[in-house]
């Protein structure tokens, strides 16, 4: 899949949003005009909000790109977006503030959750007792859809503390799984769609990372996750 952006791959723009945007709605079975969309979750949502994270651009994520090509790209879709999330936050952070995120009266809610269940140990029936009374108080309120971007894989370059973490999320992953498709929504598992592409980078050059910190991604990391998201919603071809 193309990056649209950055305009150095021999194509127009034009060209680009056609290739892009043939896949019109009726294969977005998720999204429907008007749609009020919230990203939530933790710091893999929300990004690095240091001075330097901004100036080396990790406080832009993967919803930040996922919201902006929407944006330009499917105007006629008048979708609203809005990004809630908050680094450091576990479920019960998420259920304590699910108020904040009912104001908005969303239709579609994308997600990550769990990696700082994980971290602080979490019990997984704790979780998802949070994570089910999260969602009901969000689908009472008009939530239509659940979506939780999760799947984490390790990839070329993630120090051993990463793997460590990333693996311990996936009991949490499997949980919200199950709890969202309960409730008519899905997981978008991204490791299928990241780590090719990550790997194929580390071949071009041996130090090449989709990490900035710990479990957090550069830039490009969070250009391939929005890859990802937007090809699984039927916005992107592989």
Same mark, same amino acid.
Request: hydrophobic share 40%; aromatic share 10%; with cysteine.
């Given at each position: =899949?193309?990056?649209?952006? +950055?305009?150095?791959? !021999?194509? $127009?723009?034009? *060209?680009?949003?056609?290739?892009?945007?043939?896949?019109?709605?009726?294969?977005?079975?998720?999204?429907?005009?008007?749609?009020?969309?919230?990203?939530?979750?933790?710091?893999?949502?929300?990004?690095?909000?240091?001075?330097?994270?901004?100036?080396?651009?990790?406080?832009?994520?993967?919803?930040?790109?996922?919201?902006?090509?929407?944006?330009?790209?499917?105007?006629?879709?008048?979708?609203?977006?809005?990004?809630?999330?908050?680094?450091?936050?576990?479920?019960?952070?998420?259920?304590?503030?699910?108020?904040?995120?009912?104001?908005?009266?969303?239709?579609?809610?994308?997600? =990550?959750?769990?990696?700082? +269940?994980?971290?602080? !140990?979490? $019990?997984?029936? *704790?979780?998802?007792?949070?994570?089910?009374?999260?969602?009901?108080?969000?689908?009472?309120?008009?939530?239509?859809?659940?979506?939780?971007?999760?799947?984490?894989?390790?990839?070329?370059?993630?120090?051993?503390?990463?793997?460590?973490?990333?693996?311990?999320?996936?009991?949490?992953?499997?949980?919200?799984?199950?709890?969202?498709?309960?409730?008519?929504?899905?997981?978008?598992?991204?490791?299928?769609?990241?780590?090719?592409?990550?790997?194929?980078?580390?071949?071009?050059?041996?130090?090449?990372?989709?990490?900035?910190?710990?479990?957090?991604?550069?830039?490009?990391?969070?250009?391939?996750?929005?890859?990802?998201?937007?090809?699984?919603?039927?916005?992107?071809?592989?």
């Amino acid at each position: =899949t193309l990056i649209i952006r +950055d305009g150095r791959d !021999g194509h $127009s723009e034009s *060209e680009k949003y056609h290739m892009h945007t043939d896949l019109r709605t009726s294969n977005s079975v998720t999204f429907q005009s008007s749609d009020r969309v919230l990203f939530e979750g933790d710091s893999l949502t929300e990004g690095l909000k240091n001075n330097y994270a901004r100036q080396m651009g990790w406080d832009q994520t993967w919803a930040h790109r996922v919201d902006e090509w929407l944006f330009t790209h499917r105007p006629e879709m008048n979708l609203e977006f809005k990004n809630l999330a908050v680094g450091g936050n576990s479920t019960r952070n998420l259920l304590a503030r699910a108020d904040d995120a009912i104001t908005f009266n969303p239709t579609v809610v994308l997600f =990550t959750m769990g990696t700082n +269940d994980a971290i602080i !140990g979490l $019990s997984p029936d *704790e979780f998802r007792a949070n994570l089910i009374a999260w969602c009901d108080r969000l689908h009472s309120a008009g939530c239509r859809t659940f979506i939780h971007v999760g799947g984490f894989p390790p990839c070329p370059n993630a120090d051993a503390g990463t793997s460590a973490i990333l693996e311990a999320c996936k009991p949490y992953d499997a949980v919200t799984k199950e709890v969202i498709e309960v409730r008519g929504g899905f997981q978008i598992n991204v490791a299928a769609y990241l780590l090719p592409r990550a790997e194929a980078l580390a071949l071009k050059w041996k130090d090449h990372t989709i990490y900035s910190s710990g479990v957090h991604y550069n830039a490009l990391g969070n250009e391939l996750i929005a890859g990802a998201v937007l090809t699984r919603l039927g916005f992107w071809k592989e």
